[in-house]
């Protein structure tokens, strides 16, 4: 059975860190790109970043350029999320799944596969 896994959320402070995961099982991660996703409730889901296959590109949304690193181990078939500098306008659950298109498109998060149960994320003081 094909899955995505999703881990390491929770509550940090304005300017705190959190690192997410995305563990794979069923398929490997190697074929894919992948992207994570953040969707606050009422809202639609938001492309926040893109890894090639190969992790040579990646893509970001501008509202976490700069503050978000987008990485992958092939080997462990997971992914990762390097949040730093947080802010409260991050309070999102996030979710990762894989991208159907290239990385490098500016609207690559329009075509993507199944996604994982999600990790919550909240940012406050």
């Known amino acids: 059975q094909l899955q995505l896994v999703e881990s390491g959320g929770g509550l940090v402070q304005p300017g705190g860190s959190l690192r997410l995961s995305c563990a794979a099982s069923g398929f490997s991660l190697e074929y894919y790109n992948m992207g994570w996703f953040r969707q606050i409730p009422g809202k639609e889901r938001e492309g926040v970043s893109c890894i090639s296959n190969g992790g040579g590109t990646t893509n970001y949304a501008d509202s976490v350029k700069s503050r978000f690193t987008v990485s992958r181990d092939n080997a462990k078939n997971t992914m990762y999320l390097q949040m730093n500098s947080l802010k409260p306008e991050d309070t999102a659950v996030y979710y990762c799944?894989?991208?159907?298109?290239?990385?490098?498109?500016?609207?690559?998060?329009?075509?993507?596969?199944?996604w994982g149960q999600g990790t919550q994320v909240t940012v406050s003081s």
């Open positions: 799944a894989t991208v159907l298109s290239s990385c490098q498109r500016d609207r690559w998060y329009d075509d993507y596969g199944p």
